[in-house]
């Protein structure tokens, strides 16, 4: 059945202590019991209450009960079909019924419209087509496909969450289009992914639109995702959220280390990959290199999806990509969009773009039997919770400042002031300003503000670092907005 903000239960509100900064002695007083308190102005916000924002584990039953629906025979057959076309290179036949990239681009497509069917319209399918023209990895101009399912927001469509595996596959030589590449995790995993999602998600309404797409040309230079992402950009889509599943098919390395079935990691960019010199300046001055969009979008994922939820571990690493390598978060980022890569948490890169071969006595190439279709399903699990929270809950809020000017006639001030826009929900109750030490990994704070947008702490801005999310009246939170330095 459909949902939206009205049929989400309250999460259970972190247990917290309140304070009352009404002078300055008042205030000591607080800051001697915890020292990241008091709130002087506006009236409306006097009173703080501050607690830990850890995740309770209570989550919808809704949730639940869809992420018991995902189904590894399902991801099986997904994943066997994939590997059935010989090759995925985005350089094969785009005519040939059975093998290469056109047939395999042919297949999703029809399984996108039949699994969007019973959405009665709220989930469209489309191709979208271009030609990427020649360049050191494309010896032809070469049309390349991405099939996108959409489905459409409830109550501010405007805000977009997307989900991405590549169907690409390729060779050792990545110009080789013609030996097989079977693709299984590499990234078969990540296609399968999608198309689950899309089949528990299709009848599910929510507030923002969650777009869930399989991409091309990313072997060859992340063309599809480059050419996606340039659209929504164009578009003005605001993308709150961006995913790359890209070879999330195994916790065994099959390397003779231990495996790690119940972990996967999520890369983060730390120093935005759109910033420029400017803003480089400012976050390094500010020492906000930790607090991008896309470290505060891993930190929400780890908050909403833990593993008494989805039965998975993530490991969160500060870092765009592993070594030498990239996906398409990458094309998202470009345009100023969180994004993050999901993958599994050790490579075997005898299984990544490699022919199929056995040197040696040792086997090469991206088999199918060595993926782990319940670890795939787990991801799957990791990835829906994570839409479920943030498609549900308010959106990002937008423009905060953090005022630096001191008062007229004083060389500076401890309070730190702050304004931001208005969120856009009707259903909104408030906001939080959240804290940490600068030497913390995570929010460990919040100040119920009010519904307000703006306030003034008695907390100096030289010694925590500050954020702000949105709260609706069933609980929901939004993923942190981190400060701009105010002109």
Known sequence: MGMDNNDVPARKTPSRRTFLAASAATAATAAAAAPVVSVLAPASAASASVGSIGNTGIFDPALRALIAQIDPNRIQAIIEKLVSFGTRSTLSSQTDPVRGIGAAN???????????????????????????????????????????????????????????????????????????????????????????????????????????????????????SSFMAAQM?????????????????????????????????????????????????????????????SRQLGRYVKSVAPFNLTNMNIRLIWRRDRYLRGTDSRSFQAHGYPAARFTEPRENFNHEHQNVRVDNGVQFGDLIEYVDFNYVARVTAVNLASLWAMATSPSIPSGLQIHTAPPPGLPGTNLSTFTWNANPESNLTGYEVVMRETTEPDWTSAIPVGNITS?????????????????????????????????
């Not at 999602?197 to 991409?215: C, E, N, S």
């Not at 993308?239 to 098919?249: A, E, L, T, Y």
């Open 106 to 224: 042919a297949w999703v497509f029809e399984q996108m419209q039949a699994l969007a069917a019973p959405s009665n319209g709220n989930m469209t399918v489309q191709q979208q087509t271009f030609t990427q023209p020649v360049t050191p990895t494309i010896p032809v101009p070469t049309s390349i496909t991405n099939n996108i399912a959409t489905l459409q927001g409830t109550a501010s469509p405007e805000r977009f969450y997307v989900v991405t595996g590549h169907l690409d596959s390729r060779c050792s030589d990545v110009e080789d289009f013609t030996s097989d590449a079977p693709g299984a995790d590499d990234d078969g995993s990540g296609v399968a992914v999608v198309l689950e999602l899309i089949r528990l998600l299709a009848t599910k309404q929510f507030p923002g639109t969650i777009v869930l797409a399989t991409v091309a040309g990313e072997e060859q230079g992340l063309f599809g």
């Open 455 to 487: 306030v003034t702490l008695n907390i100096s801005k030289d010694n925590v670092q500050f954020g702000l999310r949105a709260v609706d009246q069933n609980g929901n939170r939004s993923p942190v907005a981190f400060p701009q330095v105010a002109n």
């Open 233 to 293: 950009a164009a578009a003005g889509n605001d993308v709150q959220g961006m995913f790359s599943n890209d070879i999330v098919g195994t916790g065994d390395a099959h390397d003779g280390t231990p495996p790690d079935p119940f972990t996967m990691r999520m890369f983060l960019e730390g120093i935005p990959t759109n910033a420029t010199a400017n803003d480089v300046a400012i976050i390094t001055t500010v020492g906000g290199e930790n607090d991008g969009k």
